[in-house]
């Protein structure tokens, strides 16, 4: 019945086949968003918090990867890779932090379609270049009404540019460690069509912060990008838009161990390789001033391959291979209905394949979707917005996500927000089907819930594998979906024309979170893990943002966010006096109390920024100070007491320090910069983190013409 329903609505909206201008707002102004609502609105008429960086920004930043310029950004925080889970799988890459939930419960959009690839559940945001992007929307709080599984926390839709004129541009940055980013951009514009290409190349020599630790910290890396995307115009009220993306990544590997067998030191080589590629195919139609339908395709596929050898004598040390494909056709109709409701209803199919040396073989999965979104312009003054996700997907149960927001202005000057939805993230393919034995590593076994019951432990006990079943085990059980409620309320306020301001407040519970736990010991006593629904969790606190143009060439940004997290259990535990810790000093014991409480690990309290900018067009020259600011924040538990609370059991808070300068000349930009201006650095806790950056880029812009023929 589901299948059949589901099976419907994609036919019902098919019928309207394909994609009509937004007539419910005017379009003359230039500050737009579609993640928000899957459709064009103004900044100004959207109800949940949506944040813009554009392309102005990352240009002054003069970042070059998607995961520098998010890190600047208010509320967002950028995990660092290298960092080891519980189960001693590798955090892959820098990943995003959205009110305090972890990455893998952000979705990451280009031009509208997911990123894949999430190894460890992260996104590596720095394999995405900042060369051919118009800008970025961020949406904070859950979207799973609009867009499903994987947005429990926020979506982050990575917009790139497309043909608008004649061009040509190109750009070359030199900076630390031999790093090298280089881009070109061509665009062809005719009356009917555009063409737009783009290539990127980045390298490094890599960094090592710690000379004692086998191999680089970063090693070596080469990659390159090139995307094309095309628009054509077949008649006045269809459009025809295919993009594509090739990502290749070459990483050397080079480090000395001890031999497991003889004890001695052995060097060991080898290399890890990258591809990310996809394509975009959309067809849209408008039918009328009321009437509009898309069609979208999309293909990708992400491939993860390492191979590591002993360099002796060639024999095999180490192999790895992740690929992944994705498939999805979607259709999404929007409709002007009678007294000023905008309805958008849309259907999907998703066919998802991985084969990895992890799992115990190939793995599938499919999902049927369907929305639907109404936008109620009541009056000039309020907006209300209900939405509806139905997602059935063949490895957990189905799931229907809901979400309801509203937006009041109550003069020229202030506009006021609220919204409450329902998120959900489903258990990944690591979580279900992983099946792995560590033989490196003292030779613990993970299994996902879906690879392990009791019954397979006991038959691996009574043959001697296995020697102790711990009472977790008889818990075992297919997953849940990890569940969150989200609420966020806040406003914005022009105090007048040089000042504005920006607040949100926010609070999102989680259940079911899943946490991976020892389920029994191995004959050699290796731990044996699996995955676990147990927690509840929250996530509360509040975000300003502000603006102030000081003159026609100075303007001064700030932004704050005030966190606060907590696992429930922990805080009944607490509450009942059953938790202790052992003073550093005295070496007494004492009860934990909720002000020592640090909550989930790896969030801060507060986290700040405050950016000057300087402009001058007549004279070409350009400036920014920026300085963001991290207060100490939990890394793992030291006294055995299960929980965060002691002083060691914390990583410094700092501020990073970024400043450029740059001049603009005959169609040449120049600029040179310093990151991390006065050297930082944490080598436990941020691996990624290399110090000071300083760096030079020339970049020049030629347009033919500005006419658009």
Avoid: C
């Avoid at 890779?81 to 189960?87: K, L, M, R």
């Avoid at 799992?359 to 003054?381: C, L, M, P, T, V």
């Avoid at 000057?612 to 070409?620: A, C, D, M, R, S």
């Avoid at 963001?628 to 939990?634: A, E």
Wanted: proline share 3%; net charge neutral; glycine share 8%.
């Amino acid at each position: 019945m589901k299948k059949i329903f589901s099976l419907l609505l994609i036919t019902t909206t098919s019928v309207f086949s394909f994609s009509q201008e937004d007539t419910l707002f005017s379009k003359t102004l230039t500050e737009l968003v579609v993640t928000a609502t899957r459709t064009e609105r103004k900044l100004s008429n959207v109800a949940v918090p949506v944040q813009i960086i554009s392309r102005k920004a990352i240009t002054q930043s003069g970042s070059v990867r998607v995961n520098d310029i998010l890190s600047e950004q208010t509320g967002l925080y950028i995990t660092s890779g290298g960092a080891t889970t519980s189960a001693g799988g590798g955090v892959f890459g820098n990943g995003i932090q959205i009110q305090g939930l972890s990455p893998d419960y952000t979705l990451i959009l280009l031009d509208g379609e997911p990123i894949i690839g999430r190894q460890g559940g992260v996104i590596d945001l720095s394999r995405l270049s900042v060369g051919n992007i118009k800008k970025i929307e961020i949406v904070k709080g859950p979207s799973s009404s609009l867009y499903g599984s994987e947005a429990m926390g926020g979506v982050v839709n990575i917009i790139t540019e497309q043909a608008l004129l004649n061009r040509l541009n190109a750009s070359f940055r030199y900076g630390r460690f031999n790093a090298t980013d280089a881009n070109l951009t061509a665009a062809i514009k005719k009356q009917k069509w555009g063409l737009q290409l783009f290539g990127n190349l980045n390298s490094s020599d890599g960094f090592d912060l710690d000379k004692t630790a086998p191999g680089q910290t970063v090693d070596p890396f080469g990659s390159y990008t090139a995307q094309v995307r095309v628009n054509f115009l077949p008649t006045e009220k269809t459009k025809i838009s295919i993009s594509g993306r090739y990502y290749d990544e070459k990483q050397d590997n080079y480090f000395l161990t001890q031999d497991i067998g003889s004890g001695s030191t052995i060097a060991i080589t080898g290399d890890g390789r990258v591809t990310d590629m996809n394509l975009n195919p959309v067809i849209t139609q408008q039918f009328n001033n009321n009437l509009r339908s898309s069609m979208r395709f999309y293909f990708s596929r992400y491939e993860y391959e390492q191979t590591l050898l002993k360099e002796e004598d060639k024999t095999s040390y180490y192999y790895d291979f992740f690929q992944q494909d994705f498939y999805r056709v979607e259709n999404q109709t929007d409709i002007n209905l009678p007294a000023k409701n905008f309805l958008s209803v849309g259907a999907g199919l998703v066919a998802e394949k991985l084969n990895t040396t992890r799992y115990a073989g190939k793995r599938s999965n499919d999902i049927r979707y369907a929305f639907i979104q109404d936008e109620w312009r009541a009056s000039e003054k309020f907006t209300l917005i209900g939405g509806l996700r139905y997602d059935d997907n063949t490895a957990y149960e189905s799931r229907l996500s809901p979400k309801l927001a509203g937006l009041y202005k109550i003069n020229d000057k202030l506009r006021i927000n609220a919204s409450y939805g329902a998120g959900f993230k489903a258990p990944d393919f690591r979580q279900l089907f992983l099946n792995f034995f560590n033989t490196a590593a003292g030779g613990y076994v993970v299994y996902g819930a879906n690879e392990i019951t009791i019954s397979e432990l006991e038959q691996q006990k009574q043959q001697a594998i296995i020697s102790d079943i711990l009472p977790k085990a008889y818990e075992l059980a297919l997953l849940k979906p990890e569940i969150s409620k989200g609420f966020n309320a806040g406003g914005h306020y022009d105090a007048n024309e040089k000042l504005s301001f920006d607040l949100n407040i926010f609070r999102n519970d989680i259940e079911n979170l899943i946490q991976v736990d020892i389920i029994a010991f191995r004959s050699n006593a290796a731990p044996v893990y699996s995955y676990f629904n147990v927690k509840e969790a929250y996530t509360q606190g509040a975000e300003v943002n502000s603006s102030y143009k000081i003159n026609k060439q100075f303007q001064l940004q700030g932004g704050y966010q005030f966190l606060k997290t907590a696992d429930k259990a922990d805080l009944e535990r607490i509450k009942e006096g059953s938790v202790y810790t052992r003073d550093l000093q005295t070496n007494e014991t004492s009860q934990v109390t909720k002000s020592d409480y640090a909550g989930l690990p790896n969030r801060s309290k507060h986290m700040a920024n405050a950016k000057l900018f300087y402009e001058n067009e007549k004279n070409g020259w350009s400036a920014s100070v920026r300085v963001l600011y991290r207060s100490r924040w939990g890394t793992y538990d030291k006294d055995g007491n299960g929980l965060i609370n002691r002083d060691d059991e914390f990583a410094k808070g700092a501020a990073l320090f970024n400043v450029n300068a740059a001049k603009s000349f005959n169609g040449f930009r120049i600029q040179a910069g310093i990151d991390n201006l006065f050297n930082y650095k944490d080598r436990l806790n941020l691996p990624s983190q290399p110090g000071i950056q300083p760096y030079v880029s020339i970049n020049y812009s030629f347009i033919k013409n500005k006419n658009n023929n």
